[in-house]
C-alpha cells in the first residue's frame, strides 16, 4: 500500500469505525517514519488529531548480525528484542522524527511510546547538550522540548521507582499514561505499582486514565 492510500486508510478507520490512533512496528521496507515517503500519513493524522505508536518492531538481519547475535544461549535474541533492541529501535525511530524535522513541519502531530519513554528521559539533557548547536539553525526548538511537546509515553513493562520520577521529571504527569505489557509483563504488578505511586490521587487518575481519555478522546 503506498502512503497515500494509507493515510485515506487512516482516514476510513478513524471516521467510520471509530479508531483513535495508529500504530507501527518499528520500520517499514527498511525506513522509519521520517522517510519522505510517510509524509502523507504524518499529515493526515495531524490532520485527524490521531497519535501514531511507534511501537518495537524487530530489527532488521544487517542489525541483528551486527549487534545481537554470536552470544551463548537464547541471549543473542532476547537482546535484540525485549531486554535491549526493541527500545532503541523506538528511541532511534522518535528522535528521527525530532531530528529529521518531521515533528517542526507537524506540530500538532501526537506521539505516543511505550515502556516508560523507551530510556529517552534518561538522555535527553544530553542529547540536547550535543546536537543544541546544529538544532539552533535546522529545527524550531531543541530535541528535547520538541519530544516533551509532542510525545506521550506509556508505562508497560517498567514497575520500578527510579525510571518513573525520571520520567515524571522530564516529561511531566500529563504525559504519562498507565499501560500493561501482556504478555511479556504481569498485568497484577502493573496495577500494584500503579497503587503504590508517589503521587497525589489526582495524578493517580491522570496517569491511570485520564491522560489516555484527553489523548484519545476515550469516552468517560
Known amino acids: 500500500m503506498l502512503a497515500p492510500e494509507a493515510a485515506d ?7 467510520d469505525l471509530g479508531f483513535h490512533g495508529v500504530l507501527v512496528n518499528g520500520a517499514t521496507g527498511g525506513r522509519f517514519l521520517d522517510d ?10 495531524e490532520h485527524l488529531d490521531v497519535p501514531i505508536y511507534p511501537h518495537p518492531g ?26 535491549w533492541g526493541w ?45 543544541s548547536a546544529q538544532a539552533q539553525s535546522l529545527l524550531s526548538r531543541s530535541v528535547g522540548q520538541t ?4 510525545v506521550w509515553l506509556s508505562r508497560s513493562g517498567f514497575f520500578t521507582m527510579v525510571p ?14 498507565f499501560s500493561v505489557d501482556y504478555p511479556f509483563a504481569s498485568n497484577a504488578r502493573a496495577r500494584a505499582f500503579l497503587d503504590t505511586l508517589p503521587v497525589s490521587p489526582a495524578d493517580r487518575a491522570k496517569i491511570a486514565h485520564g491522560n489516555a481519555d484527553s489523548l484519545l478522546y476515550l469516552p468517560v
Open 147 to 150: 519530544l516533551t511537546d509532542q
Open 87 to 131: 527500545h532503541a529501535d523506538t528511541a532511534i525511530h522518535t528522535l528521527r522524527l525530532a531530528l529529521s524535522g518531521a515533528l517542526d513541519r507537524h506540530p500538532g502531530l501526537k506521539i505516543i511510546i511505550g515502556h516508560l519513554g523507551e530510556a529517552l528521559h534518561f538522555m535527553l539533557d544530553r542529547i540536547d547538550e550535543t546536537t
Open 36 to 45: 519522505p515517503m510517510f509524509e502523507p500519513i504524518l499529515a493526515r493524522a
Open 9 to 15: 486508510e487512516l482516514e476510513r478507520t478513524v471516521k
Open 164 to 177: 518513573f520520577m525520571a520520567a515524571l521529571m522530564t516529561f511531566g504527569v500529563d504525559r504519562i499514561m
Open 58 to 83: 524487530i530489527p532488521t538481519q544487517a542489525v541483528r548480525q551486527d549487534y545481537f547475535d554470536n552470544l551463548p544461549g537464547n541471549f543473542g535474541f532476547t537482546l535484540a528484542l525485549s531486554a
